[in-house]
């Protein structure tokens, strides 16, 4: 049989997964022995905090816990989301209608194309983005429309471009802020606008909160869901990888319009059994952690973001301070290929990156740099590039 001929079209316009080829590159140049500085992946090295993991512990023991989760997620959890957007956001979230409970963000925020795009339909995309945007629309049957991000726009997408006959068949509007890749952050008047513009073209917004609370400056991210109508419009997906360390966990939520929620449960449950009770538990504590534990997370990203960014100034790499998330991206000098560029720094330096056309059209000319290694690495990384000849 021709398996090639078989796979659907779908699969076969997705093109290359960007971090599936890092991990490609960097295996062969482990394989040389080299030692390997990964800034590539969006993956955290600073563990979850000692009563997340002795909650979980405790949870294992229980056998009831064992068994089959419920769908949408234990009420416990649920309870615990919505005191903590309360308590966070000053939001009225009904833990019954208004939340649901997700193995990832990166699942809800790809199947929830199913609940809303039928073949040929449109998404609206930010470029560069976090790649599962684009291909969860794609596997939808959509056609993702970029959004580029642009610098000279604080990185925030321009909607007066957008024409209206664009729009006619468009039924989602993803954002993520605190931004992966740039960094940046959302204000108030950016997210009203992004609200009342789609609810002017009947658009569903999906708002990424997976760095909600990685900020910096003493600056905090603001939800979507407390501005003027976003109520009617809006799915806000939060995770708990980045700001408790539980990445490997898969564990994620989305709160917002009921009907919105109900419509993604009808997807969940046709392809999800629910999340192990045992994480949830566990989870319940990590949303009653104190604002200083999380400071702690913040000043370690902030103390990391400082290292890389002076040393990349230092050597005329034009980057601006991210505001947030636990990501620089950088300008390549000398207008050089993305691609190029993080080939030669795995080859040359042992350093691995992200090539920002992998995240985006408008990522190119650009490297993303993980925080994810403590100062004294980021530091070599640095002085490893020091040798590089652009
Ligand atoms: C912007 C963004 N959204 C979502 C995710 C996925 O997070 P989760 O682990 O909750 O699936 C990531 C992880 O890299 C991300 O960078």
Request: aromatic fraction near 8%.
């Amino acid at each position: 049989m021709d398996i090639e001929n078989r796979i659907s079209s779908r699969l076969r316009s997705l093109g290359g997964y960007v971090f599936h080829e890092i991990a490609e590159a960097k295996k062969r140049a482990e394989a040389l022995g080299k030692d390997i500085i990964d800034l590539g992946g969006g993956n955290p090295d600073l563990p979850p905090h000692p009563k997340i993991v002795e909650a979980l512990k405790k949870a294992a023991d229980v056998p009831e816990n064992h068994r089959h989760p419920v769908y949408q997620g234990i009420a416990e959890l649920r309870e615990a989301v919505s005191a903590w957007m309360k308590r966070r956001f000053d939001l009225d979230i009904d833990p019954e209608s208004d939340v649901w409970i997700l193995t990832g963000s990166k699942e809800g925020l790809s199947l929830v194309n199913w609940a809303f795009i039928d073949p040929g339909d449109r998404a609206l995309v930010p470029d560069p983005a976090y790649p599962p945007f684009r291909r969860g629309v794609m596997l939808a049957g959509g056609e993702p429309m970029l959004m580029p991000l642009l610098m000279e726009n604080r990185w925030l997408p321009d909607f007066e471009p957008i024409k209206k006959e664009d729009l006619s068949n468009a039924k989602l509007l993803f954002l993520n802020y605190p931004n992966n890749p740039t960094g940046a952050l959302a204000d108030r008047e950016f997210l009203q606008k992004a609200v009342d513009f789609a609810k002017e073209n009947e658009l569903v917004i999906c708002q990424d909160m997976a760095y909600s609370e990685i900020t910096f400056d003493n600056t905090r991210s603001e939800s979507i869901l407390t501005v003027d109508g976003a109520k009617e419009n809006c799915l806000e997906f939060f995770s708990f990888s980045k700001t408790y360390g539980m990445t490997g966990w898969r564990l994620g939520f989305v709160a917002g319009n009921s009907k919105l929620i109900d419509a993604l449960r009808q997807v969940e449950v046709s392809v999800h059994s629910g999340v192990f009770h045992v994480l949830q538990k566990a989870a319940c504590v990590a949303l009653s952690l104190e604002e200083k534990d999380i400071d702690e997370t913040r000043r370690t990203y902030q103390g990391r973001r400082d290292v890389l960014v002076k040393g990349l100034r230092d050597l005329e790499w034009e980057v601006k301070n991210p505001k947030g998330s636990i990501f620089v991206w950088a300008k390549i000098p000398y207008g050089l290929d993305s691609k190029k560029t993080a080939n030669m720094l795995i080859e040359k330096c042992g350093i691995v990156t992200t090539p920002g056309v992998g995240l985006g059209p408008s990522g190119e000319g650009y490297l993303r740099f993980s925080l994810i290694v403590d100062k004294g690495r980021l530091k070599q990384a640095v002085d490893r590039m020091k040798l590089l000849e652009l």
